[in-house]
């Protein structure tokens, strides 16, 4: 594909899950923020967010699977994974962990249970679908392009 | 991945402290740092344990032109804010980590720096933003945050700058005194309150809902738009200190309080609000007010678990200097003195830059919480530094008399504006006790020509002089201030030979900048400043005190002018000690009571302004004039050491520059041998 193929793509594609809520305005924010002085900026932040995410996650389902639960624990963790989140401008995944923290305050094992389920859903659906957009940037770039900005 | 090298960005993860980039000069003010395109290299400290956000803060920050430190933890944050002085305009703090509680974090940068703190979190509730606010902090914002947001965080900068600024001209110089008697004390003690406001604010931990406000009553004169509050005068606070004596801590309800200080006007709130400040303050001395004798060990003792001896007082000191009480020099001599030994953590952790800056901000009372902090050091040094003075001997109770005697007007005298603090041990207390007593009379009068201590230098010490104590040489004092004549009070230590008495005389600007010491015997604990009985009591009491925190506010205007004077008597007490010890009994139970008062109202001031000697001037010592020149003093604790008068002498000269950056409020006044 040449290049401006694949920046239509790439267009297309960030828009698309712009309006499935997948990802939010925040994500375009961040891609703006990437400049010639940080051309790593955006794979930077993103990766650091799944490394962080994923370590997240691991500690709640531990949290989860003790003897006696401790929602408040659980709680900071959600709250953390919630913060960086929106901090990604990762929406659902972070309506995901609204629902989840009002699980955690209910103190219900069920609901958690079943967020945290979500939660890793939604984290996985993020996570595939913005390294997709990452490999399409790189398609871009190797093509001798540049990588359209989202309006 | 790669981490984009940004060369104007410093990562400091847990354990390693990267340089400080600090573009300008010390402090934020746009005319200092010497920026021309002012916002843009503002200097940012990010603390989030969120690394994404943290990544993404920092290149937001980054592309707004500022200079951007990021920690991802709370307690490095901390201790990079201490040992990088001055190297930081402003700090953006999660609220959720892990490791220290974001509200604890702008209570300590509030206290120790004074640096505005903004707030961050994902938590938009409204309680939540009310909660920062109410902590002191300057901003809140709402996660995730936004470039546009960030973009502003500079005018937090400057309208803290301004306001304090403001202030210091209400404090004025030494000819304002008197103005500053009335209304204007409470306004300069609102004001350092407000000041450090955020700050301060931010100590108060408002866990407790229901307490309104601080209960403070802002000044007119205040610029801010901030609803009226209760001023907590040193009359007031002293009110409210004996009232709680009296009930007992444990049982001193606000109720009670009000009732017994029975003074028109105050509410239960105040009270409550201003006692929640208390036994923080209390909390935070960690035990000392508990602690009516033997000190040493359990005055000693940190106060926070967490902060070394040394470190506390760093905190205390850094506290005074950052409220602007205290020239760096002063505290920095003070604080050395008290430790007996090198303070290399506080005195590295304090630029002088900053402290100057702060205290030239500041001319607020010092709290004595503080100075009483501060005293703790001393206590322990106390004994380290016994050795020091075993050889100086106190020849009478009246050789120290005349030697303080002379000796303290000359502080007094000097002083002016500016808070002194003296540390005084224990033992000396007694003599002390004395000694203020003759000075307080001198103390109305003009400042006297120290004579030839006697007194200093024979027992070597009433009071160790730090060799780095600042001694404001005469020059100095007019630079500094309307005539105070810190520097006659500098050449005044020149008297004592053999004892190297630093005393940073700051007084805040009261004329008599009596020294607590006067106070103190005056059983004066009542005075504003009260303090020194505080102070001593920590050390004087039980055995040879290291320090006596002296406030020499007590003539200060009344009003917040709390000019702590702590006399580091510590070296010199080891030496009295022996002597008398046949005094000391008489006077046990009256300093006891005394400093318990003392202590009391040292700690009331808690919040506000507090002097810390030390760092400053150890600092101001040790550092080779070249430094002063530059106004960034780093003091080597470790360098803490008598020096000949002579050098000392030099020294003075040298500290004038850094005096002059106080102008208006302190005269340290060092004595050095």
Redesign the interface.
Known sequence: MEVGQLQRRLVDYTKSLLTEGILDD?FS??QK?Q?E?????L???V???FE?SEKLLNDITRALDQQGVDFKTVD?YV??L???S????ALKLKNACVAFRSFCEEQSMEGCLRSLQEVKQEYYNVKNKVETLFKMEKQIVAAGGSVPKTE | MQRVAQSSVTTCVAGSYSSCKASGASGSDPEVMGYEQFPAGLRVLVVDDDVTCLRIIEQMLHRCRYNVTTCSEATVALNLLRERKGCFDVVLSDVHMPDMDGYKLLEHVGLEMDLPVIMMSADGRTSAVMKGIRHGACDYLIKPIREEELKNIWQHVLRKKWNENKELEHSGSLEENDRHKRGNDDAEYASSANEGAEGMKAQKKRSNAKDEDDGELENDDLSTSKKPRVVWSVELHQQFVSAVNQLGLDKAVPKRILELMNVPGLTRENVASHLQKFRLYLKRLSGVAQQQSGVSNTICGPMDPNVKLGSLGQFDIQALAASGQIPPQTLAALHAELLGRPTGNLMSAMDQPALLQALLQGSKHIPIEHGVAYGQPLVKCQSDISKHFQQSKVSSVEDISSGFGAWPSNILGTVGPSNNLVGLSAQNTNMLMDLWQQQQQQQRQQQQELQPQSILSEPGCLINVQPSCLVVPTQSSASLQAGDSPASVSQNCHFNQSSVIDYSLVSSRSNNSSLNIAQFSNGGLNTTAGVPGGYLAPGSISSPMSSCSVNANNNLGQQGQNSTITFSAARQLPGFAPNRHDIQGSYTAKTVEMVDQGRLQNLGFVSKGTCFPSRFAVDEFESPMSNLGHGKLYVDNNRVKLEPNVDFMENTKVGIPILHHFSSNDVTSVFTE
């Not at chain 1, 929106?86 to 401008?89: D, K, P, Q």
């Open positions: 925040q924010q961040l923020l400049d002085s940080n051309p790593g900026f794979v930077e932040v990766s650091l967010f962080d900071a709250h953390q919630k913060g960086s929106a901090s990604v401008g």
